[in-house]
């Protein structure tokens, strides 16, 4: 635990924080910036086109499905972004397998099209697409804990703050995101990977699962059995099938000491192949880039967390995010300018890790200045609410990009030029590791670092037009350093660009419509890059 000398210093300083703001900022503004969203977040957008209007009204004379839950007939759907509202026939509400075979019947019978979705954080139209069908998943979420077999069968509505619910104490997630938000149907079609640079990505976790087709049949899929459709849904973005149900391998919940390190960003290739991945003990790890004006990606927090023995401990309840409108102040001010941003930057080098929570004890403590001591589903236990808000002319936007390991400092060099030329709002930039995988569209077809960008943007024409500009850009530095782009976001990229990243796009497409013959899967992205 940390002493409290260290603890009043750092109340101290998060006190002259607090007062400086409020001398630079009204406190209405500052209310404005912390306000909790009120619902779904509704943003001030710049009008699009409407795309289809007069197949959408056919579409919408049919007469809906019986023996099914809608929770919405006809009007509009988004996603995370905002930015992507879309009309639809309507959104089913899954409660059992019964509901998926009823509605893709119901599909095919009248030329619908289907999409599935969980919580829609998938920004390039991966979850709706003009016309069609959505199967909303959130409800058909149970969850059973195998202890023999050391793993969980889920549905795909499942959360993973959910799951880790069911599996603390004794057991942890062994790969997924670095939050919790996110559905298990939704990730294993991203192949989504975390913090825990040993497991890899979530494929590796999959044990098996049970995948609905287009036809109504369901099919059991793995490494071992009908492979070839295991690596088409893993990774493939919804358009082969419906996932039923996942098998998972789970893993023991490590206690962890926690650690963080400054350094220079050129030297984390090195100091990642010649220490962290080495040592075994160390079991998540991920970086922070400065997004700071005076150190912009130059320096780098570096987070560890590594394994401590022993068979006394007191792993707490997980507990939920405390403090969400300072946290959520804290990210909306570092959307307003240079000195906010600099703030944001101190805060995280100086303050915040002299307040971080340490949920595990040992029977008996060894000294009053233990090191802080976590569980393996703490880190990970995290519901970003204070990402959300109520303001309707910007939102965040989420980019990845994932690098040969040798062109790190290179890409990163790229990077911060591309978002100075362009006055790009950074937000965050991480830095995690992905290993070789090898599902069909693969992002990484060898070991590769990570970078998550975290941006702002206005919703507004300019705004659009800007990321637009940027994410070109970030692409084709992507591309010149053989490199790949992560595909659930904003559907800026070229037809080019996609193939230029994904050689094996093609392929994928044609082996879409092998399983898929009609095209009765498909999604905005399919639309605009595959039909």
């Given at each position: 635990?940390?002493?409290?000398?260290?603890?009043?210093?750092?109340?101290?300083?998060a006190?002259?924080?607090?007062a400086?703001?409020?001398?630079?900022?009204?406190?209405?503004?500052?209310?404005?910036?912390?306000?909790?969203?009120?619902?779904?977040?509704n943003?001030?957008?710049?009008?699009?086109?409407?795309?289809?209007?007069?197949?959408?009204?056919k579409?919408?004379?049919?007469?809906?499905?019986?023996?099914?839950?809608?929770?919405?007939?006809?009007g509009?759907?988004?996603?995370a972004?905002?930015?992507?509202?879309?009309?639809i026939?309507?959104?089913?509400?899954?409660?059992?397998?019964?509901?998926?075979?009823k509605?893709?019947?119901?599909a095919?019978?009248?030329?619908?099209?289907?999409?599935?979705?969980?919580?829609?954080?998938?920004?390039?139209?991966?979850?709706?697409?003009?016309?069609?069908?959505?199967?909303?998943?959130?409800?058909?979420?149970r969850?059973?804990?195998?202890?023999?077999?050391?793993?969980?069968?889920?549905?795909?509505?499942?959360?993973?703050?959910?799951?880790?619910?069911?599996?603390?104490?004794?057991f942890?997630v062994?790969?997924?995101?670095?939050?919790?938000?996110?559905?298990?149907?939704?990730?294993?079609?991203?192949?989504?990977?975390?913090?825990?640079?040993?497991?890899?990505?979530?494929?590796?976790?999959?044990?098996?699962?049970?995948?609905?087709?287009?036809?109504?049949?369901?099919?059991?899929?793995?490494s071992?059995?009908?492979?070839?459709?295991?690596?088409l849904?893993?990774?493939?973005?919804?358009?082969?099938?419906?996932?039923?149900?996942?098998?998972?391998?789970?893993?023991?919940?490590?206690?962890?000491?926690?650690?963080?390190?400054?350094?220079?960003?050129?030297?984390?290739?090195?100091?990642?192949?010649?220490?962290?991945?080495?040592?075994?003990?160390?079991?998540?790890?991920?970086?922070?880039?400065?997004?700071?004006?005076?150190?912009f990606?130059?320096?780098?927090?570096?987070?560890?967390?590594?394994?401590?023995?022993?068979s006394?401990?007191?792993?707490?309840p997980?507990?939920?995010?405390?403090?969400?409108?300072?946290?959520?102040?804290t990210?909306?001010?570092?959307?307003?300018?240079?000195?906010?941003?600099?703030?944001?930057?101190?805060?995280?080098?100086?303050?915040?890790?002299?307040?971080?929570?340490?949920?595990?004890?040992?029977?008996?403590a060894?000294?009053?200045?233990?090191?802080?001591?976590?569980?393996?589903n703490?880190?990970?236990?995290?519901?970003?609410?204070?990402?959300?808000?109520?303001?309707p002319?910007?939102?965040?936007?989420?980019?990845?990009?994932?690098?040969?390991?040798?062109?790190?400092?290179?890409?990163?060099?790229?990077?911060?030029?591309?978002?100075?030329d362009?006055?790009?709002?950074?937000?965050?930039?991480?830095?995690r590791?992905?290993?070789?995988?090898?599902?069909?569209?693969?992002?990484?077809?060898?070991?590769?670092?990570?970078?998550v960008?975290?941006?702002?943007?206005?919703?507004?024409?300019?705004?659009?037009?800007?990321?637009?500009?940027?994410?070109?850009?970030?692409?084709d530095?992507?591309?010149a350093?053989?490199?790949?782009?992560?595909?659930?976001?904003?559907?800026?990229?070229?037809?080019e660009?996609?193939?230029?990243?994904?050689?094996?796009?093609?392929?994928?497409?044609?082996a879409?419509?092998?399983?898929?013959?009609?095209?009765?899967?498909?999604?905005?992205?399919?639309q605009?890059?595959?039909?």
């Amino acid at each position: 635990m940390q002493k409290f000398s260290s603890k009043f210093k750092a109340g101290v300083s998060a006190v002259a924080v607090l007062a400086v703001l409020f001398g630079v900022y009204g406190f209405r503004k500052l209310q404005a910036l912390a306000a909790d969203p009120d619902g779904e977040k509704n943003c001030r957008t710049a009008n699009s086109e409407d795309q289809g209007k007069a197949d959408l009204e056919k579409i919408k004379a049919i007469a809906p499905l019986k023996g099914v839950k809608w929770s919405q007939l006809g009007g509009a759907i988004n996603d995370a972004s905002c930015l992507n509202k879309t009309e639809i026939y309507g959104v089913v509400e899954v409660h059992s397998v019964d509901d998926i075979a009823k509605t893709l019947a119901f599909a095919r019978d009248n030329k619908l099209s289907v999409t599935t979705a969980g919580v829609r954080h998938s920004m390039g139209g991966q979850a709706f697409r003009n016309g069609g069908i959505v199967l909303d998943m959130r409800t058909f979420n149970r969850i059973v804990l195998n202890e023999a077999s050391r793993s969980v069968t889920v549905q795909p509505g499942a959360t993973w703050h959910d799951i880790q619910n069911a599996l603390h104490p004794r057991f942890a997630v062994r790969a997924m995101q670095s939050t919790d938000i996110f559905t298990v149907g939704g990730s294993i079609s991203v192949n989504a990977h975390g913090m825990d640079h040993q497991a890899g990505a979530l494929a590796k976790s999959v044990k098996s699962m049970k995948v609905m087709l287009a036809d109504g049949t369901v099919k059991t899929v793995s490494s071992g059995e009908n492979r070839e459709l295991f690596d088409l849904v893993v990774g493939g973005y919804g358009l082969f099938g419906v996932i039923v149900e996942a098998e998972l391998d789970i893993a023991d919940n490590l206690v962890y000491q926690t650690g963080r390190r400054m350094l220079d960003y050129r030297e984390f290739p090195a100091l990642f192949a010649g220490e962290i991945d080495k040592d075994k003990n160390i079991g998540l790890m991920y970086g922070h880039l400065s997004t700071a004006p005076s150190s912009f990606l130059k320096e780098m927090l570096l987070y560890t967390y590594t394994r401590v023995d022993g068979s006394d401990f007191n792993r707490k309840p997980l507990g939920e995010v405390s403090g969400i409108k300072l946290r959520r102040l804290t990210v909306n001010l570092s959307k307003q300018g240079a000195l906010f941003q600099e703030m944001k930057w101190f805060s995280e080098k100086h303050i915040e890790h002299r307040m971080e929570n340490c949920t595990v004890t040992r029977a008996q403590a060894i000294g009053s200045a233990e090191a802080c001591l976590v569980s393996r589903n703490d880190p990970m236990h995290d519901s970003v609410p204070y990402l959300r808000n109520a303001l309707p002319e910007d939102t965040d936007i989420l980019h990845e990009y994932f690098i040969p390991r040798s062109q790190f400092v290179s890409f990163v060099d790229g990077l911060r030029k591309i978002m100075t030329d362009n006055r790009t709002n950074l937000l965050n930039a991480s830095v995690r590791v992905v290993h070789q995988e090898k599902n069909f569209l693969t992002y990484s077809p060898e070991p590769a670092f990570s970078l998550v960008l975290y941006i702002n943007q206005a919703t507004d024409d300019e705004g659009n037009r800007q990321m637009k500009k940027t994410t070109e850009q970030l692409i084709d530095l992507t591309i010149a350093h053989k490199g790949r782009f992560f595909l659930p976001y904003q559907l800026y990229y070229s037809r080019e660009q996609l193939k230029q990243s994904y050689p094996q796009i093609d392929a994928f497409f044609a082996a879409k419509r092998k399983y898929d013959p009609d095209g009765m899967f498909t999604n905005t992205f399919y639309q605009k890059y595959g039909a």
